[in-house]
Nanobody
């Protein structure tokens, strides 16, 4: 069983920045494919960004140029740096960890609210 714990959410004004962190347990962290999802009220969960074992990244179009996903295998942690935040980025952000053959593991989520 892998434990996934997000942190770093909060209230920020439009144009501001936040950095989310996600710690995942397990000795094979370097083999995990990691992702950030978000779910806004009344909407389906949306894939925001992914980072592969080798560091390749992908982003949903709406966050390209504003969000950066990164990983630190020495700390078993994945980050999501979010800049120039907009009200439409308001959502609960979830971290997901998986590797080949695993069912995938979710964190409990962290709330991000962008409002003046």
């Amino acid at each position: 069983q892998v434990q996934v714990v997000e942190s770093g959410g909060g209230l920020v004004q439009p144009g501001g920045s936040l950095r989310l962190s996600c710690a995942a347990s397990g000795s094979r962290f370097r083999l995990y494919v990691l992702a950030w999802y978000r779910q806004a009220p009344g909407k389906e969960r949306e894939l925001v960004a992914t980072i592969a074992t080798g560091g390749a990244t992908n982003y949903v179009d709406s966050v390209k140029g504003r969000f950066t996903i990164s990983r630190d295998n020495t700390k078993n942690t994945v980050y999501l740096q979010m800049n120039n935040l907009k009200p439409e980025d308001t959502a609960v952000y979830y971290c997901h960890a998986m590797w080949a053959g695993s069912p995938g593991y979710w964190g409990q989520g962290t709330q991000v609210t962008v409002s003046s």
